[in-house]
């Protein structure tokens, strides 16, 4: 199966990355893995996409899970012999009127919308091969969360020199400083949602960096972006795009052809970059 192209979409059985899921597997020439934590789930997600005559193949993986995220990286070695198409668009968000403490609140979502992503790019990016795509799926709240910041962490979530070590010790002590009530006097907005965003979208910045200096020569594009405000479990009924339309960005960017050289280390949103 060396030959064949593979897609991976994290937490495609519901919501965005299944609508992902399905937009790949009418474009994508090759094999398209709808993933999620809980096989029950993902079965089931991938039954309806073959009642619209679809064949998205299964693979488990919880991004808050070291073992399971190894247990797909082996897996894909092992068949495919690499990945050429990663969608990091696993999330969660806890509802505003949720009474969960917002320390709570803070580590939980960061675990997953940071440290999970990251740590599904430190085992899967190896494995990306030439002209391969990685979207990680953002939010326009990482931008508004960027502006609550102050001036000073504003400056070191811009800064082109910005290392990984230092992304995730910023991560983590917003997490602390919520533990100690002191986020806001620390210069951090208070949104645990948004922080954990600025989270992917910097280190999608820092990543494509370092697939700039140490991959040149493989052409693998990597992006940030906002699928838009979408009716999902997440975002509720009032929102203003359709699954279908919100996998549009994400699916674009994780389609762009061999032959582009850009957009890469960017943030996008309605398929345009946007100032970071
Ligand atoms: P959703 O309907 O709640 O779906 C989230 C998906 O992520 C579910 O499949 C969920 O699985 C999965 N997931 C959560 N934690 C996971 C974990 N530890 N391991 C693997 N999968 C996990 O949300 P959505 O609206 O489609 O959101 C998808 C992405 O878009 C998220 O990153 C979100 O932050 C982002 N986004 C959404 C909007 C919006 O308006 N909807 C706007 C901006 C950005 P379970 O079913 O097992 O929970």
Same mark, same amino acid.
């Given at each position: 199966? $060396?030959?064949?192209?593979? $897609?991976?979409?994290?937490? *495609?059985?519901?919501?965005?990355?299944?609508? +992902?899921?399905?937009?790949?597997?009418?474009?994508?020439?090759?094999?398209?893995?709808?993933?999620?934590?809980?096989?029950?789930?993902?079965?089931? $997600?991938?039954?309806?996409?073959?009642? #619209?005559?679809?064949?998205?193949?299964?693979?488990?993986?919880?991004?808050?899970?070291?073992?399971?995220?190894?247990?797909?990286?082996?897996?894909?070695? #092992?068949?495919?012999?690499?990945?050429?198409?990663?969608?990091?668009?696993?999330? &969660?968000?806890?509802?505003?009127?949720?009474?969960?403490?917002?320390?709570?609140?803070?580590?939980?979502?960061?675990?997953?919308?940071?440290?999970?992503?990251?740590?599904?790019?430190?085992?899967?990016?190896?494995?990306?091969?030439?002209?391969?795509?990685?979207?990680?799926? @953002?939010?326009?709240?990482?931008? *508004?969360?960027?502006?609550?910041? @102050?001036?000073?962490?504003?400056?070191?979530?811009?800064?082109?020199? &910005?290392?990984?070590?230092?992304?995730?010790?910023?991560?983590?002590?917003?997490?602390?400083?919520?533990?100690?009530?002191?986020?806001?006097?620390?210069?951090?907005?208070?949104?645990?949602?948004?922080? *954990?965003?600025?989270?992917?979208?910097?280190? *999608?910045? +820092?990543? $494509?960096?370092?697939?700039?200096?140490?991959?040149?020569?493989?052409? +693998?594009?990597?992006?940030?972006?906002?699928?838009?405000?979408?009716?999902?479990?997440?975002?509720?009924?009032?929102?203003?795009?359709?699954?279908?339309?919100?996998?549009?960005?994400?699916?674009?960017?994780?389609?762009?052809? @061999?032959?582009?050289?850009?957009?890469?280390?960017?943030?996008?949103?309605?398929?345009?970059?946007?100032?970071?």
């Amino acid at each position: 199966m $060396a030959n064949v192209p593979v $897609a991976v979409v994290t937490g *495609s059985n519901k919501g965005i990355g299944f609508a +992902i899921v399905r937009a790949l597997c009418k474009q994508f020439p090759g094999d398209v893995y709808l993933t999620a934590r809980d096989p029950g789930r993902g079965q089931e $997600a991938v039954a309806k996409l073959q009642e #619209e005559g679809l064949h998205p193949l299964f693979h488990q993986l919880d991004i808050d899970d070291l073992q399971s995220i190894r247990a797909l990286h082996d897996f894909l070695k #092992e068949k495919y012999g690499g990945l050429n198409v990663l969608v990091n668009n696993a999330g &969660i968000a806890f509802k505003v009127r949720d009474t969960t403490p917002f320390a709570v609140q803070a580590e939980v979502t960061l675990k997953t919308n940071f440290f999970g992503t990251r740590n599904v790019c430190t085992e899967l990016l190896p494995l990306v091969k030439p002209y391969g795509k990685v979207v990680n799926v @953002s939010s326009m709240a990482s931008s *508004s969360a960027l502006g609550g910041c @102050s001036r000073e962490l504003q400056e070191k979530f811009r800064s082109d020199t &910005i290392t990984e070590d230092e992304l995730v010790e910023l991560m983590t002590k917003f997490v602390e400083d919520t533990k100690k009530s002191v986020h806001e006097k620390e210069g951090w907005p208070n949104t645990a949602y948004g922080v *954990s965003k600025i989270g992917v979208t910097v280190l *999608s910045r +820092i990543q $494509a960096r370092m697939l700039n200096e140490k991959r040149k020569g493989d052409h +693998i594009l990597l992006n940030a972006c906002c699928p838009g405000w979408v009716r999902t479990d997440m975002a509720g009924p009032k929102a203003t795009k359709s699954p279908d339309e919100g996998a549009e960005t994400p699916v674009y960017l994780a389609l762009l052809p @061999s032959d582009a050289d850009g957009p890469h280390g960017q943030f996008l949103s309605n398929k345009t970059v946007r100032t970071w």
